[in-house]
């Protein structure tokens, strides 16, 4: 009887610890994975961005941040809340990113044409292409001095003026800066006036910045209608938690109630997408 007790206990604590081995190694490798793809992704936006902040320094902060959202979601809204809050922190990054970066190239594109005028200009008054563009390093405000004075290092280290428009082509990503490519590439390979046609594209960007300008005002109250949409249901959920947290129970802390909640989140974000996808019109 003693003995089997004994070897109970033995076969209990080795299956014990084989678990608690098994739990922390994939934690660990996990986190190193997870960490490893968070530096990287981090470090190529904000590059991208030109912002030099440390990526591993910004993966401490995003930890502390994921720990603090399940925390407060948990103590809100029990295991619910646990899992909304460190969802919502782990996408905050990569939400961040991307807002950052679509204001950067917003930015940039209303920049384009005045720097355009400028180079025009300056090739009009003799100077090379190079000399222009050196012009709008100097002389022009960030982002698209940023933008330029890469593409200027690069091309007195002899790569190729075409090959640093496409880099940069591919960080901001819009039809303005191909069709800038395309006529400094036509104009350098077959001849042509490039001042009358970086004059003429400037003039069709500034008109199409124009047009934009007011498709976005007459599309304001549908945005804010999204923003409405998302939002007011949250807003009632959390007055009623605090007001009935009885009656609100039943909603976070049993299965039926977070498939109705994960039913109410689906139908609300096709609701915001169908927004978005009339607002959003492409020009």
Avoid at 18 to 27: C, H, K, Q
Avoid at 196 to 223: C, N, V, W, Y
Avoid at 258 to 275: G, H, N, P
Wanted: proline letters at 2%; one cysteine or more.
């Amino acid at each position: 009887m003693f003995s089997d007790t004994l070897f109970l206990m033995l076969m209990v604590t080795i299956c014990s610890v084989a678990a608690f081995v098994l739990i922390y190694t994939f934690t660990v490798h996990g986190m190193k994975i997870y960490k490893t793809n968070f530096v990287q992704k981090v470090d190529h936006g904000l590059k991208n961005m030109f912002m030099f902040n440390d990526p591993k320094t910004l993966f401490m902060f995003h930890i502390i941040g994921i720990a603090a959202g399940a925390i407060l979601g948990y103590l809100y809204a029990g295991v619910f809340g646990l899992v909304t809050g460190t969802i919502i922190t782990i996408l905050l990054p990569s939400i961040i990113l991307k807002r950052l970066k679509k204001n950067r190239i917003k930015k940039y594109i209303y920049q384009l044409p005045d720097a355009l005028n400028s180079i025009s200009a300056s090739l009009r008054a003799g100077t090379n292409l190079a000399k222009a563009m050196q012009q709008i390093a100097e002389q022009q405000p960030a982002p698209i001095s940023q933008e330029f004075t890469v593409i200027l290092s690069e091309y007195k280290m002899g790569r190729q003026l075409e090959d640093s428009l496409m880099d940069m082509y591919k960080r901001i990503n819009r039809q303005e800066v191909d069709l800038l490519i395309s006529a400094i590439s036509i104009s350098r390979s077959v001849g042509g006036n490039l001042a009358d046609t970086l004059e003429t594209l400037a003039k069709t960007l500034r008109e199409k910045a124009q047009i934009e300008g007011k498709i976005e005002a007459l599309t304001a109250m549908g945005r804010m209608q999204g923003w409405v949409v998302g939002l007011i249901p949250v807003a009632v959920m959390l007055m009623l938690r605090k007001q009935e947290p009885e009656g609100m129970n039943a909603l976070f802390n049993e299965l039926a109630g977070w498939a109705t909640l994960a039913v109410i989140a689906v139908l609300m974000t096709i609701a915001v997408l169908m927004i978005r996808k009339i607002v959003n019109i492409d020009i």
